[in-house]
């Protein structure tokens, strides 16, 4: 809560006070009439006043309004920094697809929301609670029993909110939960919306995205279904005031204890206040539910955080050591089992095995962006558990077969990898990536803009840019996710040759591979099976032992040379 939201809170509170004075105009142009004596100066004076009335209002409305958008822009803006602050520090392992919309929504819909209390609800409800109060306080003044019939409409409000508040923390959470859930189907849909409409699951027939928008909507159903009875009744009860207090003041004008302009305005206060009870309740129970948001932001923000106990990550080598590692995604099936193997510096390792057998798995726990259930990963003499996410993948350089890249230049996408990088450093990267060629063809060459993801590039080109990456980035580990993994003949073969020229740089590297000959030439090769490291050696070493990798090996011949 800034000063101008302050401020602005206290201008349209003023404001809403002001709108009483309606009614001192009113009683003055009643008792003129009653009198029967109205003169035309006296109208004027009025109507100037009712005027300057309004005119006050709307500027202070103006200027309370402009000022709590822009405190509670700031304050949406201080907070999303924080959380993207937050968010640099939380574990990359909890960036999974049923995280993906708690981070977004909260980041995004949460926020807005509670911009929304800080700019309209805070003030709204600071002016209506003062407004009733004065309104009850002056009939118990003017009139007592409508006074008491008032006070009492308006005090209702208290229980009814008691009812509807438990409906709103377990309906408004589930509501929350499934609008989560929603945005990232969505996101995954959209991003996927090329794959989907290729195989005909677009539109209607992608049935997790309708079935979370299905659970969404019934939640919201029921929600509203669960509160209207409440509310609906408190409404029927507060419009009941009307009238009980036409009896009563009409009853006292008949007996000469109200006088006619004071019955007048009695008649049209249960009016005024009931419509300001409504509009209280509701304003009330929009913010508990917005107060959610609040308190998601706070889950976001109390998120576990990476703890840095190094202050410098400098391993004195490059090798890689798995002791005793165990891994599981869910915490039920293990993917990897009691697994351990070495990495030796400025080697070239290569893994191999069935799909689903565990081998991108061994690239994310090097990455960090998982952490193992048992065991350790050890960089040089550094177990990674000491380090941060970030202090790891600063060693590292990684080309997959899913690549980001920015709606931004070529040269801009490879110069994310190092700042620094020269002009120079970038063609030349590009060149040993053998992408040099397709950028010169591009419109504006290296400065042109490649769209979001790179989607006016093939998957070779977007293939070849992230080669030229890890080039520049220049780290001493490269890891090789089934990088040539769905191009065509031709780009796989350009893709080949500048992991090649990569593979010449002197790295540590580790590569993942689903077709064999790219790998024949490692100083190592695991091969993995359920989870386990089955065997390992060099390839002359593997075909020997006539094991798991010495079929694996005929049958990619076979494919290869189409012998039998």
């Known amino acids: 809560m800034n000063r101008k939201l302050k401020i602005s809170i206290v201008g349209v509170t003023i404001e809403g006070l002001l709108s009483l004075g309606s009614f001192v105009v009113l009683y003055g142009l009643l008792q003129l009439i009653f009198k029967g004596n109205v003169a035309f100066r006296e109208i004027l004076i009025l109507t100037a006043a009712v005027t300057a009335l309004f005119v006050v209002r709307l500027i202070l409305y103006s200027v309370s309004y402009v000022g709590s958008q822009i405190g509670g822009s700031d304050v949406s803006r201080k907070i999303r920094i924080a959380m993207g602050d937050k968010m640099k520090q939380i574990p990359l392992h909890l960036f999974t697809k049923s995280k993906t919309g708690f981070y977004i929504n909260g980041a995004s819909s949460e926020v807005a929301d509670y911009e929304l209390i800080l700019t309209h609800k805070v003030a709204d409800i600071a002016k209506l609670i003062i407004l009733i109060a004065l309104c009850n306080l002056s009939a118990l003044v003017i009139f007592l029993p409508e006074g008491i019939v008032l006070s009492i409409s308006s005090l209702l409000i208290l229980p009814t909110l008691y009812l509807i508040i438990g409906i709103v923390e377990r309906n408004g959470i589930q509501k929350n939960r499934a609008r989560q859930e929603n945005v990232s189907n969505i996101t995954e849909y959209i991003s996927g919306m090329q794959t989907l409409r290729a195989y005909g699951m677009g539109g209607k027939k992608n049935e997790t995205l309708r079935s979370a928008m299905k659970d969404y909507s019934d939640i919201s159903y029921n929600y509203e279904k669960a509160v209207q009875p409440i509310g609906n009744i408190y409404m029927g009860i507060s419009w009941l005031t009307l009238p009980i207090s036409l009896y009563f003041t009409t009853n006292a004008y008949l007996q000469g204890r109200l006088e006619p302009v004071m019955m007048i305005l009695m008649l049209m206060m249960p009016l005024f206040v009931t419509k300001v009870n409504s509009t209280l309740m509701i304003d009330l129970l929009s913010y508990r539910n ?99 996410a970030e202090q790891v993948l600063g060693l590292i350089s990684a080309v997959d077969q899913n690549v980001f890249l920015f709606n931004d230049t070529v040269r801009n996408n490879i110069r994310y990898a190092r700042e620094d990088a020269t002009d120079e450093e970038v063609e030349e990267a590009c060149k040993m990536a053998n992408c040099d060629e397709f950028i010169k063809q591009m419109s504006q060459g290296y400065d042109t803009e490649i769209g979001e993801n790179g989607n006016r590039l093939s998957g070779g080109e977007r293939q070849r840019l992230s080669v030229a990456r890890a080039l520049v980035k220049n780290s001493p580990i490269i890891l090789l996710d089934e990088a040539t993994a769905s191009l065509d003949i031709e780009n796989e073969l350009l893709v080949k040759q500048a992991i090649s020229n990569l593979l010449q740089t002197d790295k540590t590297v580790i590569m993942v591979a689903h077709t064999l000959p790219i790998v024949r030439q490692a100083d190592q090769i695991l091969v993995v099976q359920d989870g386990c490291i089955k065997e390992h050696g060099t390839h002359e070493e593997l075909l020997k032992e006539k094991g798991k990798y010495a079929m694996m090996w005929e049958a990619s011949r076979k494919m290869l040379y189409n012998v039998n």
């Open 290 to 388: 917005l107060m959610l948001s609040k308190g998601n932001i706070k889950k976001i923000m109390e998120e576990e955080t990476e703890e840095r106990l190094l202050t410098s990550y400098e391993p004195e080598k490059m090798d890689i050591t798995f002791k005793g590692v165990g891994f599981s995604y869910d915490g039920k099936e293990q993917v990897l089992k009691n697994i351990s193997f070495h990495i030796p510096e400025h080697s070239f390792t290569a893994i191999v095995g069935d799909s689903g057998s565990g081998k991108s798995t061994i690239l994310n726990l090097i990455s960090k962006y998982y952490l193992p259930n048992q065991g350790s990963i050890h960089i040089g003499n550094i177990d990674s558990k000491e380090a941060t």
